[in-house]
């Protein structure tokens, strides 16, 4: 499981990986036993994929390893949670419904778990496929679960099989026996074979599309810039200075658009700003370029009367050609601990304790920016920080009708390890469902271009903004596509996750059935 995920990429290994586990799951004695293997399965899954973690808690917690790991692994062990859950069902409904092949009873527990199981870092086993464009097509209809579930029906398939050649081995009943697997293999076969075909003619729709749709140069900035200097008022001017330069190069080469990281502009903006600041003003945003700007700000409200008005926004702002502020977006969902703090007004210690942590307000609802591009009209649709990972939420933006989705995230957090490609893998799918290409500017990486197929058609590097030279700053030009939304999933969203959820219910409430006897298979 480990090594089909970035930053290994070995995506094959999903497919069969499940599968000593589920042997491990079906033999146990138990379902209690069942569930504790699955556990300490997903727990170890978990702790080495997020491993990065403990990187994060030494260098922003100010932890030492013996006490980050253990916090860490209270992470990584809730996380494996969902492979613990998944061995007990499967144990569970494996004996009340014996009739059932586990081609279908695994997937559907797994697509029920991922649909129901809240986490802090959402991921699906479909993350292994990100750079697998044949394979994930099928997120236009069923999300990133849909390809879960077909992961997980092989897995199942494969056991079936293996246990019918088991039952059904005797000297001389070769034909007997592939009878038997054949059977087992069929419809699965069938199935995969089905969303490979879908792949193909979806990749050569999807190209067809692009190939006649307006085009349109985005310039990305990645500044490479530490969490400690992004937030030291003696390096404001600098690093505004340097986003500034990296954009009028971008201008230069004909940017339509440029876009800076997650709370890239260095001071806090009032949230009643309506243009930019007049020349001479040393907080003026625009430099020495023209192009439209879409960029990351920390704002504040200018009526200090109340608590929650002195309290700070993580605000995304469009800034046109004339100077004028033509949309703002409040990042909605905030990371705990990194973004809010639970129950704040008790804890008001805990920012001496971890001064990096802050306290956001939480946004109300999605947006959609107005770009100009020649003498035609486009809508940009935002996304800060993690919110490119939430399906639900970035089909909201979607219903607005965006020709774009734009991401601006901050992975300073993470330096250079698993957790910046990660979180990319995971962002290809929203391309996929909704049939936009994404755009992202990520402070250190990985900055990148996708395009509606999935395909990653241009990125920067991943990069440790404390290392030592200290990395140089990044400026990408994409040229992306501006396309109509489409796609089933941004009008139906999860409901193949929820008619599994469904007949699952439906085969748990069945009365136990007795297994058949093996001589009538």
């Known amino acids: 499981m480990v090594l089909s995920v970035p930053t290994f990429d070995v995506w094959p290994l999903m497919w069969v990986a499940l599968v000593p586990s589920l042997y491990v799951a079906l033999t146990a004695v138990s379902p209690r036993r069942a569930f504790w293997y699955g556990w300490l399965t997903g727990g170890i899954a978990n702790t080495a994929a997020f491993f990065w973690m403990k990187g994060l808690l030494e260098r922003f917690g100010h932890m030492p390893a013996i006490e980050a790991i253990p916090i860490m692994m209270l992470l990584t062990t809730y996380q494996g949670l969902e492979f613990g859950l998944w061995s007990w069902g499967v144990h569970r409904l494996a004996r009340r419904c014996p009739d059932v092949p586990l081609a279908w009873l695994a997937p559907l527990v797994m697509v029920t778990l991922e649909l129901l199981l809240p986490q802090i870092f959402p991921f699906y086993l479909a993350i292994s496929q990100a750079w697998v464009p044949p394979v994930i097509q099928i997120a236009d209809l069923t999300g990133p679960m ?74 990305i900035v990645q500044a490479n810039v530490g969490i400690q200097e992004k937030w030291d008022p003696r390096a404001s001017a600098r690093l505004l200075t340097l986003h500034q330069q990296q954009s009028a190069d971008l201008d230069r080469q004909g940017a339509d658009l440029i876009v800076w990281p997650e709370s890239s502009y260095p001071y806090a903006l009032p949230r009643d700003l309506q243009s930019d600041f007049p020349l001479g ?164 990486g990985v900055s990148a271009h996708v395009d509606a197929v999935g395909r990653v058609r241009l990125a920067g590097p991943a990069v440790d903004p404390d290392s030592h030279p200290a990395p140089e700053p990044t400026a990408l030009l994409a040229e992306a596509v501006l396309l109509d939304a489409g796609g089933l999933y941004q009008r139906i969203g999860d409901a193949f996750a929820y008619a599994c959820l469904v007949v699952l219910a439906v085969l748990a409430a069945r009365p136990p059935r007795r297994p058949r006897r093996a001589a009538s298979d």
């Open 146 to 219: 849909g390809i879960t579930f077909v992961m997980v029906m092989v897995t199942g398939a494969l056991y079936d099989a293996g246990r019918a050649a088991a039952d059904g081995w005797a000297p001389g009943a070769r034909a007997e026996l592939l009878r038997r697997v054949s059977r087992r293999l069929a419809v699965p076969a069938a199935v995969v074979l089905g969303v490979l075909v879908y792949g193909a003619v979806r990749i050569r729709q999807i190209d067809h599309r692009r190939d006649a749709a307006p085009r349109v140069k985005v310039g």
């Open 281 to 444: 003003d040393p907080r003026r945003v625009r430099g020495d370029f023209r192009a439209p700007l879409l960029f990351g700000s920390v704002t504040l409200s200018s009526d200090p009367r109340t608590r929650v008005d002195r309290t700070p926004y993580n605000t995304a702002l469009m800034l046109d050609r004339s100077g004028q502020i033509t949309g703002k977006f409040d990042k909605v969902f905030l990371l705990v601990f990194g973004e809010y703090i639970p129950y704040y007004e008790r804890i008001p210690w805990f920012t001496d304790v971890f001064p990096e942590a802050s306290n956001f307000n939480r946004g109300q609802a999605p947006a959609a920016f107005p770009l100009r591009v020649g003498d035609r009209d486009y809508r940009v649709g935002p996304l800060i920080c993690y919110e490119d990972i939430l399906p639900g939420f970035t089909r909201s933006v979607a219903a607005l009708e965006p020709n774009l989705l734009v991401n601006i995230t901050n992975d300073a957090w993470f330096g250079k390890t698993a957790e910046p490609y990660q979180h990319l893998a995971l962002a290809v799918f929203r391309s996929v469902e909704h049939r936009l290409d994404l755009v992202r500017s990520v402070n250190t």
